[in-house]
């Protein structure tokens, strides 16, 4: 990582590197990651495979064969592209079910439409082949820190796989799972966020915005059917969701406002408006939460220029002209440079953290609806670190959706908790 010091009175951009954490240091902060002794217990291992987009379309447009290459080529779609990466994923699967059952596993396949609370609780361990998606959609329904979930990317071309074990996995599985099995690696447990409701009456279900499911369904009113509601606070209701990168609030349709009261720990509640609330965790802090955070690089580049005025100690010997410079002459890799050590220093986060990110997205403020002048009484926070953030809606066809997922409608009304416990950690593994 780098810092960017600015020495305005000598004109001079400094890069000055910052220590660097060792992967075992990272993973250690906080006590998260602890060194198996025992092996992973693959006595009944539950296998889940992701939809692949050739299934996908063939289930959306009920057609297969000649006539859907047809079909998708005249949209622009490469068939021939989608049957390779739909073979790709399956020679993976097959080595993964081939390893598993080579050290003896009675394995149980399915793919995410059939992903039941049964088949977890019956299973020792889950495996996700797919991407990051299809670890993510997983994850959610695991609601305790016992059950191992362990991630294979079928395509490392196409999806990062920061879930998922390293690419060369999918080279030599029956090997790798050896090494799970003679307890060569290191148990990781990364936080969760936990989503709790004010309720008094029926549980609400989660309706599921999956790929597969995304064209069957009128998710408005299927949301309206599975709705966090206002009625009653008497009592606290954990949703049987957790989310591991993220919790979204605000309006289903993303081009309404959204108004709702939020509070930040023992902060007084504030009213919001704007595009939504956007809440992570550590693991999430390097997804939507940080291209949600990115500042650009035209961004940076105007930004110094407008900051150097206001800057005293330039005020004196610097001209505008000579504030400009100093911007022009950064390179557009220098300031990338600058754009990720922004992200590295305020943004990502550990993984093992007990913190939440928050951030209220793109927040109107007008001379009608005024963000607070005076601070020092009643904070007033768009963005930071919170351990429990309190949320109470004010939404039309309000909603939270989890891990982009699983989505809940959020009557006017309702209030929901977001907080992270260690009892909702996820169980992965890491290699060394």
């Known amino acids: 990582m780098y810092w960017l010091k600015c020495l305005a009175n000598r004109r001079v951009i400094q890069w000055i590197p910052k220590p660097q954490l060792s992967k075992r240091q990272l993973l250690t902060n906080g006590g998260n990651l602890s060194f198996s002794k025992e092996g992973v217990d693959f006595s009944k291992p539950l296998v889940m495979s992701k939809y692949t987009r050739l299934e996908f379309e063939q289930k959306r447009w009920g057609l297969s064969g000649t006539e859907l290459r047809n079909l998708l080529n005249s949209q622009g779609s490469d068939f021939d592209n989608l049957e390779a990466k739909h073979n790709q994923h399956y020679s993976v699967l097959q080595k993964v079910l081939h390893s598993l059952r ?8 399915v793919q995410r439409g059939q992903y039941t609370d049964e088949l977890i609780n019956n299973s020792s361990v889950i495996f996700t082949v797919g991407g990051d998606g299809t670890f993510l959609q997983a994850a959610s329904k695991i609601t305790c820190r016992d059950k191992p979930l362990i991630g294979v990317n079928s395509d490392p071309s196409k999806s990062l796989g920061i879930l998922c074990l390293p690419s060369k996995f999918n080279e030599d599985p029956v090997r790798s ?13 990364r936080k969760r966020i936990r989503l709790t409701i004010d309720h008094n009456g029926t549980i609400p279900c989660a309706i599921s915005l999956s ?10 009113e299927d949301l309206r059917n599975s709705v966090i509601s206002h009625r009653g606070r ?12 993220e919790v979204y609030v605000g309006e289903y349709v993303a081009s309404g406002t959204s108004y709702f009261e939020m509070q930040v720990n023992d902060d007084p ?35 110094l220029q407008v900051s150097s005025r206001y800057l005293k100690s330039n005020a004196s010997t610097h001209s505008h002209e000579d504030s400009s410079a100093i911007s022009n002459e950064l390179t557009e890799e220098q300031l990338s440079e600058i754009s990720g050590a922004y992200l590295r220093e305020f943004v990502h986060m550990n993984p093992c953290s007990d913190k939440m990110l928050f951030s209220i997205k793109d927040p109107l403020h007008n001379q009608v609806f005024k963000r607070p002048l005076n601070l020092s009484d009643r904070p007033f926070r768009e963005q930071g670190e919170a351990d429990t953030l309190r949320i109470h809606s004010r939404l039309w066809d309000g909603c939270v ?9 959020f009557d006017s009304g ?3 908790t977001l907080e992270i416990l260690d009892e909702d950690s996820l169980r992965t593994i890491t290699l060394e």
């Open 102 to 109: 080579s050290v003896g596993s009675d394995v149980t396949i």
């Open 177 to 189: 799972l050896r090494r799970l099995v003679d307890g060569k690696f290191n148990w990781f447990f």
């Open 211 to 220: 790929d597969e499911q995304m064209k069957f369904y009128n998710h408005l």
């Open 234 to 245: 008497e009592q606290k209701t954990v949703l049987p969701i957790r989310a591991l990168n």
């Open 269 to 303: 509640p504030n009213k919001h408006k704007s595009s939504g609330l956007l809440v992570s965790t550590g693991t999430g802090s390097q997804a939507w939460f940080s291209s949600h955070s990115k500042v650009s690089n035209d961004q940076i580049r105007k930004l």
């Open 401 to 409: 959706i989890v891990d982009g997922n699983w989505a809940y409608g």
């Open 414 to 416: 309702a209030w929901i």
